[in-house]
Nanobody
Framework: QLQASGGGLAQPGGSLRLSCAGS?????MGWYRQAPGKERELVAS???????VYADSVKGRFTISTNAAKDTLYLQMNSLKPEDTAIYYC?????????WGQGTQVTVSS
């Protein structure tokens, strides 16, 4: 129901844009990431209809957004750092259930 894309290899200081296409009826909520040996953590999410929440580590560098139809979620990632390397997951919600995308690998390395 959620299909994430856009990951890849970027150099430090570079940019990537992640996309997550959701099936009809799923409320797209945010992006999480999981680095090797670490727990999954929140990267950015919507809080209410207009507010956004960002992890301190990505504030000022990452931007979460949706398209007008609200069926695609984006994460614009600028000024990437090696510590941003992780698998990125999008999260959605519908009828009391959480949905997760399959994950897309982001690797930041020179």
């Amino acid at each position: 129901q959620l299909q994430a894309s856009g990951g890849g290899l970027a150099q430090p200081g570079g940019s990537l844009r992640l996309s997550c296409a959701g099936s009809r009826g799923i409320l797209l909520m945010g992006w999480y990431r999981q680095a090797p040996g670490k727990e999954r953590e929140l990267v950015a999410s919507f809080s209410g209809s207009t507010n956004t929440v960002y992890a301190d580590s990505v504030k000022g560098r990452f931007t979460i957004s949706t398209n007008a139809a609200k069926d695609t979620l984006y994460l614009q990632m600028n000024s990437l750092k090696p510590e941003d390397t992780a698998i990125y997951y999008c999260k959605g919600f519908s009828y009391g259930r959480n949905y997760w995308g399959q994950g897309t690998q982001v690797t930041v390395s020179s």
